[in-house]
């Protein structure tokens, strides 16, 4: 399957800070990438679509200008987390689908932001 | 219309059982089924997927069951084994649509 890499894994930092996460495809160009917020033992919430080149699309109730997603290249998104505040905290996935399987959704491994 | 229904929310097997998961969806414009698994900490990672054209899917020690007139959609794990023990979500879409997830099936097969 493919591959899709995400940088950091973990972090760490304080209230009223950015935090940005690297979403990456690594072996296939990723037409459209999806990020999304887990909360412990609850199923993914899809907070926003990015495609290449385009502004983001976001799900209802997700605050565009505190959650900025920027879909640059082919390879790579980044979700940047502004003013993060301790209910920020969660566990923030990234996945991406490719030119030639528009349907499939391929899952990086997670990044666990912790806002003290 | 838009959600996937899925049960048992937490499912304990043996060993060498089988385990079984199933979803049902309401929108017939749904054509892609994929199943995901996923561990603690970890993205989920997608483990098998089924189109309406075919009723079984099976790789390995994995089938999905697919029944279109019911509007039915299952996971089967044969001989489930410990390293199975995981989080599985079912999910539907159609085209470039958003994937739409189930709630969850943690899934324990004890020793």
């Known amino acids: 399957g493919a591959v899709v890499s995400q940088h950091p894994s973990r972090v760490i930092c304080k209230s009223g800070t950015s935090v940005k996460i690297e979403c990456r495809s690594l072996d296939f160009q990723a037409t459209t990438m999806f990020w999304y917020r887990q909360f412990p033992k609850q199923s993914l919430m899809l907070m926003a679509t990015s495609n290449e080149g385009s502004k983001a699309t976001y799900e209802q109730g997700v605050e565009k200008d505190k959650f900025l997603i920027n879909h640059a290249s082919l390879t790579l998104s980044t979700l940047t987390v502004t003013s993060a505040h301790p209910e920020d905290s969660s566990f923030y996935i990234c996945?991406?689908?490719?030119?030639?399987?528009?349907?499939?959704?391929?899952f990086g491994p997670g990044t666990r932001l912790t806002v003290l | 219309q838009q959600q996937v229904k899925q049960s048992p929310q937490s499912l304990i097997v043996q060993k060498g059982g089988i385990s079984i998961i199933n979803c049902a969806y309401e929108n017939t414009a749904f054509d892609y089924f994929p199943w995901y698994q996923q561990f603690p900490g970890k993205g989920p990672a997608l483990l098998i997927a089924i189109r309406p054209d075919v009723s079984e899917k099976k790789e390995g020690r994995f089938t999905i069951s697919f029944n279109k007139s019911a509007k039915q959609f299952s996971l089967h794990i044969m001989d489930s084994q410990p390293g199975d023990s995981a989080t599985y979500f079912c999910a539907a879409n159609t085209g470039f649509q958003k994937l739409v997830f189930g709630t969850g099936t943690r899934l324990l097969v004890s020793p």
């Open positions: 996945s991406a689908s490719g030119e030639t399987f528009t349907d499939t959704q391929y």
